[in-house]
C-alpha cells in the first residue's frame, strides 16, 4: 500500500510530527489536522485518504464526534489513539465503528506495523465470494447483502463475518479470533470480539443467531445448529 494516503489528527504538533515522519517513511502520504472539525473538513476534501489515525480527547470536535460523523459517510479504516487503560472509551469507540485502538505512550514502530497491517487487510483484492443461509460476502466488493439486502458493516465487522463463513461449522476460540482478525499483535482481551459480534449481529437481523455463543471458549458460524 505504498503511497497511501493518511490522515494523522491529533491537537498536539510534536505526535503529528513524529507519527508523520515515520510514516513517511515508509513511503506514504501524509494528511494532518489539529482538531476535530478540520478532520471533517481534510476528510471530505480528499477523498484518496485510505486510513485515518484519530486522537480521542481534541478541542471543537473530540474523535468520537469525528468518528460518528466519518461513520455516517464512510467505512474508511479509522484507527484511535487513546490514553492508555480508558477501558470505556475502547467500548464506547467498538460501538460507533473504530477498526483498530493503540494507547499512549506507543512505539512508532507499532503503529506503522499496525497501519501497514490494517492497509493490507483492507486493501485485497481477491474476487472471491462467499455464501451462506441467504448471506453473500464479496471480498472485492467490500459488500455484504443478507436475503438480497445490502446491510454495512465496519471494517472490522466485515473480516469477522468473513472469517466466520470461512470457517463454518468450527468451534472457534476468541484466542483464535484476535490472531487471525485482529493480528497476533493486538494487546486487546475478549472483550474486543464480544463487543464486535454483537454489533454483527444485530446488522444481520436474523441471521444473527447463525453466530453461536460457545460459552467459556468462543464463538461458531453454523446456520444449521438449533
Known amino acids: 500500500m505504498e503511497g497511501a494516503a493518511i490522515l494523522v489528527v491529533d491537537d498536539e504538533s510534536r505526535m503529528r510530527k513524529l507519527v508523520r515522519d515515520f510514516l513517511v517513511r515508509q513511503k506514504y502520504t501524509v494528511l494532518e489536522a489539529a482538531d476535530g472539525e478540520e478532520a471533517v473538513e481534510v476528510f471530505f476534501k480528499h477523498k484518496e485518504i485510505s486510513l485515518i489515525l484519530l486522537d480521542v480527547m481534541m478541542p471543537k470536535m473530540d474523535g468520537f464526534e469525528v468518528l460518528r460523523v466519518i461513520r455516517e459517510h464512510s467505512q474508511v479504516p479509522i484507527i484511535m489513539l487513546t490514553a492508555k487503560?480508558?477501558?470505556?472509551?475502547?467500548?464506547?469507540?467498538?460501538?460507533?465503528?473504530?477498526?483498530?485502538?493503540?494507547?499512549?505512550?506507543?512505539?512508532?514502530?507499532?503503529?506503522?506495523?499496525?497501519?501497514?497491517?490494517?492497509?493490507?487487510?483492507?486493501?485485497?483484492?481477491?474476487?472471491?465470494?462467499?455464501?451462506?443461509?441467504?448471506?453473500?460476502?464479496?471480498?472485492?466488493?467490500?459488500?455484504?447483502?443478507?436475503?438480497?439486502?445490502?446491510?454495512?458493516?465496519?471494517?472490522?465487522?466485515?473480516?469477522?463475518?468473513?472469517?466466520?463463513?470461512?470457517?463454518?461449522g468450527l468451534a472457534l476460540s476468541r484466542e483464535r479470533i484476535l490472531n487471525n482478525v485482529w493480528n497476533y499483535d493486538y494487546f486487546g482481551d475478549a472483550r474486543t470480539i464480544d463487543t464486535h459480534v454483537k454489533k454483527l449481529r444485530s446488522k444481520m437481523g436474523k441471521k444473527g443467531n447463525d453466530i453461536k455463543t460457545i460459552w467459556g471458549m468462543g464463538y461458531k458460524f453454523d446456520p444449521d445448529a438449533e
Open 85 to 168: 487503560g480508558e477501558e470505556q472509551d475502547e467500548l464506547k469507540g467498538f460501538d460507533l465503528g473504530v477498526d483498530e485502538y493503540i494507547s499512549k505512550p506507543f512505539s512508532p514502530r507499532i503503529l506503522v506495523a499496525r497501519v501497514d497491517a490494517v492497509l493490507r487487510r483492507s486493501g485485497q483484492k481477491q474476487d472471491e465470494v462467499l455464501e451462506c443461509d441467504g448471506i453473500i460476502l464479496n471480498k472485492s466488493a467490500h459488500q455484504v447483502t443478507i436475503d438480497g439486502q445490502e446491510i454495512e458493516l465496519s471494517y472490522k465487522e466485515f473480516e469477522l463475518l468473513a472469517y466466520f463463513l470461512e470457517n463454518r
